[in-house]
């Protein structure tokens, strides 16, 4: 059984930092794309940043320069380093692993169970 684990969130002051860990465990072949979304009180799930096994990054335009997503394959980790947070960074961060279960298989999306971030003014 595949699962993710996200840790780090918190309550922090504007202009503060936060680090979000998601770890992948179970039986798998190969994780392709990693990445973290968001889901802010009353509103849709959107993306944050994305990392792929080779190595490309995808940003927000609302958190470029400001957050910095990193991945360790070895510990199937992906982190998100949040620095100069705002108030409307407030969410529920979700970590997102599109994987291979085994070789012969279709890439499948798991997500993990989110980790609340509040932002306070």
């Known amino acids: 059984q595949v699962r993710l684990v996200e840790s780090g969130g918190g309550l922090v002051q504007a202009g503060g930092s936060l680090r979000l860990s998601c770890v992948t465990s179970?039986?798998?072949?190969?994780?392709?794309?990693m990445g973290w979304y968001r889901q802010g009180p009353g509103e849709q799930r959107e993306l944050v940043a994305t990392h792929s096994r080779d190595g490309n990054t995808n940003y927000a335009d609302s958190v470029k320069g400001r957050f910095t997503i990193s991945r360790d394959n070895a510990r199937n980790t992906v982190y998100l380093q949040m620095n100069s947070l705002k108030p409307e960074d407030t969410a529920v961060y979700f970590c997102n692993a599109n994987l291979y279960i085994t070789r012969w298989t279709d890439p499948v999306n798991f997500w993990g169970q989110g980790t609340q971030v509040t932002v306070s003014s």
């Open positions: 179970g039986s798998i072949y190969s994780i392709r794309n």
